[in-house]
């Protein structure tokens, strides 16, 4: 029985070593793997400050915070998102929300949490993010009004006033 459990043990190691580059001759080739991903460039239809989707400059409107709507989309972010995200800018599952809004536009990061799919495709940043976090972001399927009122929390934890 030991030896059996040895002869298993053992392949695993050599079938883990030859996929995960662990030998000199599996390295380049996991190496010449994972550079397209990084290196990919966002399709000439693409615009990183805008994303993919419905949103942009004439339809997203950024005042003084209110207060209410970030309320509201804390509660929504703790159901939703806090399982993966942190709002300091620690990674948990995903990267943390700290400092986004200013990294991000509005639109980008309302497209960004309504579509995902199609921008963590196309968009060079959110698939280097991914390379990072492993795990894609799953559409939560929010509405414009929470995808509104998480985005004026994430505004609130930056410092906006």
């Known amino acids: 029985m030991k030896k059996k459990i040895l002869t298993v043990l053992g392949l695993a190691l050599i079938i883990c070593l030859g996929a995960c580059g662990g030998s000199e001759t599996s390295a380049p080739a996991a190496e010449s793997a994972a550079a397209p991903a990084s290196a990919t460039k966002a399709p000439a239809d693409y615009d990183p400050k ?12 950024i005042g003084p915070l209110d207060a209410a709507m ?10 939703k998102c806090f ?13 943390g929300w700290k400092g986004v809004t200013t990294r991000k536009t509005p639109h980008w990061i ?7 799919d199609p921008m963590i495709d196309k968009d060079p940043e959110v698939q280097a993010q991914l390379e990072l976090c492993l795990v894609r972001m799953p559409n939560q399927n929010l ?17 906006a006033h």
């Open 50 to 61: 805008r994303g993919e989707g419905k949103f942009d400059e004439t339809n997203i409107k």
């Open 70 to 79: 970030a309320d509201k989309g804390k509660s929504i972010a703790a159901t």
């Open 83 to 95: 399982s993966c995200h942190k709002t300091t800018d620690e990674k948990l599952v995903g990267p």
């Open 110 to 116: 309302m497209n960004f949490i309504t579509n995902p």
């Open 143 to 159: 509405s414009e009004d929470e995808a509104r009122s998480i985005l004026e929390f994430m505004r609130q934890n930056d410092g």
